[in-house]
């Protein structure tokens, strides 16, 4: 299972960019999918998160300005950023809880993280 992370780049502040994530491989369903960042300096902090049904969770800084959304039918989630910061900088990681047997437990796996810039 791989997924694989794209959309980032360098943006001026108030500005937009849209991040997408992909999984591939032999699985059998994804559960939770999201989005975490890393500063440089910084710990990995959540930033929005959506169930399989649909739910979403946001960070109280993003709140307002990022919506996570996802498309089941092609595995992939997104992550559309409005109203960006400088300190929106940060690598930004897609994450998934993906099953691959039955039976089983659903396991977390990490795209390879794309670099998101604000400049202000």
């Known amino acids: 299972v791989q997924l694989q992370a794209s959309g980032g780049g360098l943006v001026p502040a108030g500005g937009s960019l849209r991040l997408s994530c992909e999984a591939s491989g032999r699985f059998f369903r994804i559960n939770n999918m999201g989005w975490y960042r890393q500063a440089p300096g910084k710990q990995r902090e959540l930033v929005a998160t959506?169930?399989?049904?649909?739910?979403?969770n946001y960070a109280n800084s993003v709140k307002g300005r990022f919506t996570v959304s996802r498309d089941n039918a092609e595995n992939t989630v997104y992550l559309q950023m409005n109203s960006l910061k400088s300190e929106d900088t940060a690598v930004y990681y897609c994450?998934?809880?993906?099953?691959?047997?039955?039976?089983?437990?659903?396991?977390?796996?990490w795209g390879q993280g794309t670099q998101v810039t604000v400049s202000s």
């Open positions: 959506i169930t399989g049904g649909g739910s979403t």
């Open positions: 994450n998934a809880a993906i099953l691959t047997t039955i039976p089983g437990m659903a396991y977390d796996y």
